[in-house]
């Protein structure tokens, strides 16, 4: 069974630096093919993907964040991350992890719970 | 960037209509279009990949089509648990790009 877990500060002022961690079972990020990713949805509004990471430790970054984003994975835990740095209230959401499927293409087949994220002063 | 056209924004329909939501890419993607349902303080739940094919354990009513720029998601037959949002999504090209979602309110 695939299940995947997001946490996160909860609040954070401007400027700072969100750190996200996603605690997946069911799978492994240190086997061929498999990869998570990070979606995030202000309240009320769309997605909006973020990055993706891959068994081989392959990144994508959506350019619209502007090399604010890392992405990262620790494969012993089952964990994989998302730094975003100089946070601002644009960056109100909630954010999702989720396992990007086997399927053809990268679609996202399971998903966390999401963990909302208030940027304010 | 791909830039994914959702219509309508919402709708609303009676129990055993037929719906059909349109997604529009703003290029050729090759069927590489896959769709979400989002029920109201849920996660996203993948639905269909490849345009055309449902996921294990989705219900039949729900079918897509599509090809080029122009894709739809069409339930047959409306069930009071498809009251939800419906995105689309494109994975031809990075960066992955989702269309604005539909609601879908059942009368």
């Known amino acids: 069974q695939v299940t995947l877990k997001e946490s996160g500060p909860g609040i954070l002022q401007p400027s700072q630096t969100l750190s996200l961690t996603c605690t997946f079972s069911g799978f492994s990020l240190s086997t061929y093919g498999m990869g998570v990713g990070w979606i995030r949805q202000p309240s009320g509004k769309g997605l909006e993907w973020l990055a993706n990471i891959w068994w081989d430790d392959d990144k994508y970054y959506n350019p619209s964040l502007k090399n604010r984003l890392t992405i990262s994975k620790d494969t012993s835990n089952n964990q994989a991350f998302l730094k975003i740095t100089n946070v601002d209230t644009a960056d109100t959401a909630t954010y999702y992890c989720?396992?990007?499927?086997?399927?053809?293409?990268?679609?996202?087949?399971?998903w966390g719970q999401g963990v909302m994220v208030t940027v304010s002063s | 960037d791909i830039h994914m056209t959702q219509n309508p924004v919402s709708l609303s329909a009676f129990i055993g209509d037929k719906v059909t939501i349109t997604c529009r890419a703003s290029q050729d993607i090759s069927r590489y279009l896959g769709w979400y349902q989002q029920k109201q303080g849920q996660s996203p739940k993948f639905l269909m990949y490849?345009?055309?094919n449902l996921l294990s354990g989705v219900p039949s009513r729900f079918s897509g089509s599509g090809s080029g720029t122009e894709y739809s998601l069409t339930i047959t037959g409306i069930q009071p648990e498809d009251a939800a949002t419906y995105f689309c999504?494109?994975?031809?090209?990075?960066?992955?790009?989702f269309g604005s979602g539909t609601k879908l309110e059942i009368k």
């Open positions: 989720a396992r990007i499927s086997n399927y053809s293409g990268d679609y996202f087949d399971y």
């Open positions: 490849y345009a055309s």
């Open positions: 999504q494109q994975c031809y090209s990075y960066p992955l790009t």
